[in-house]
């Protein structure tokens, strides 16, 4: 008896480290890869979920329940009723705990207080009913995404990303159409269903309370040699190492100044705002604004983003747009060619490259 405990316990753990592997990729695949602080957040919040599920589970089966908790056989001296009594607390508190945690994933904005807070908390009962659901499907649908990915000799880049429901569908049209430009073969529609039934749950169960996390259209830009999903808080790129390369660069100088963030803090936010109505106050035929305000505006900005307390990949996206608007304010004055696209007198080298994609496409 004691080595058949025993290599159940071994078999548990092994178990365990695989479905953990699994658990995460279902994660990533799922939310898109988020900042570090709120992947965390975000995790916790998983984590929790499916052992809410695991507790439910436990309420009529204890020794269920206790071995997908632990993978540990319950052993024989421990009461039923006791076990029993645990997980009823825990199928109460856990989805308090979610609830609690997801008001630090709320966009940003004014915090919640008084009976709105409350509110967000209890939301945490059919978030958690939601996302476990959802992340048991994507754990079974992860694995096959992953090897198709493998199959076809790809590799994947995440790039940081803030879209709002609003703006998504714009955005991922200007993400096709940045693509086209450049030669590639580009057409956006949903993205697998394999992606969007889990979203349709917890969208379904969690309304709100995942504003900012899901889209519930998730959709996806694809060509013969890549595909782009994008989140709302992530852009993932999948495809040959040097045709992901080529799609980033594509769309970084795209979408520099697009309906989407691509900081996200929120001091991020606001410089990147300020930077943008500069840009497109500089794009207006005619420009109202006199060049001087505007040279002023940017300079501040400019000293402001010397002294934030930015992560240093917020710091380059930020300071990238800073020098694309001082770019265009000197073109706007007449002392510099127009910024990140060719005059019409380049080289036929230049243009040449523009269509290698397109090459490549129907190679």
């Not at 830009?221 to 709302?232: C, D, G, I, N």
């Not at 127009?338 to 230049?350: L, M, S, T």
Request: net charge positive.
């Amino acid at each position: 008896m004691f080595i058949l405990t025993a290599l159940l316990a071994l078999l548990g753990r092994s178990s365990a480290r695989l479905l953990n592997i699994v658990f995460g990729w279902a994660i990533v695949l799922f939310f898109g890869k988020l900042p570090e602080e709120r992947q965390v957040y975000l995790s916790i919040m998983a984590f929790g979920s499916v052992i809410w599920l695991f507790v439910l589970l436990g309420l009529p089966f204890p020794i269920v329940g206790v071995f997908l908790l632990t993978f540990v056989p319950l052993p024989s001296w421990v009461e039923t009723a006791w076990i029993r009594l645990a997980m009823l607390a825990a199928t109460l508190l856990v989805p308090l705990a979610v609830g609690v945690i997801s008001l630090r994933l709320r966009p940003p904005g004014p915090s919640l207080r008084g009976l709105a807070r409350a509110v967000a908390v209890l939301q945490g009962f059919p978030y958690t009913f939601g996302m476990a659901a959802a992340l048991v499907l994507m754990t079974l649908f992860a694995p096959v995404l992953r090897l198709r990915t493998v199959r076809r000799l790809w590799t994947t880049q995440h790039v940081p990303i803030g879209v709002s429901g609003q703006a998504y569908e714009g955005v991922i049209r200007q993400i096709a159409a940045a693509l086209r430009e450049r030669g590639w073969k580009a057409e956006y529609g949903p993205a697998s269903w394999m992606l969007r039934l889990p979203t349709w749950i917890i969208t379904a169960c969690a309304g709100r309370a995942v504003e900012g996390l899901i889209q519930n259209r998730l959709m996806k830009v694809s060509s013969a040699r890549f595909e782009v999903v994008l989140h709302p808080a992530d852009l993932v790129i999948n495809g040959r190492a040097a045709e992901v390369t080529r799609v980033r660069i594509a769309l970084a100088e795209r979408l520099a100044f697009s309906p989407a963030y691509q900081t996200w803090t929120a001091p991020g936010n606001r410089l990147e705002e300020r930077l943008t109505t500069l840009w497109r106050a500089l794009q207006e035929p005619g420009g109202r604004e006199p060049p001087a305000r505007t040279s002023a505006a940017l300079q501040a900005a400019a000293r402001d983003l010397d002294t934030a307390d930015l992560p240093y990949e917020e710091w380059e996206v930020l300071y990238r747009k800073r020098l694309l608007v001082e770019c265009a304010l000197l073109r706007k004055a007449g002392a510099g060619p127009a910024c990140g696209k060719p005059e019409r007198g380049d080289a036929p080298a230049n243009r040449g490259e523009a269509a290698q994609p397109a090459q490549r496409e129907g190679a």
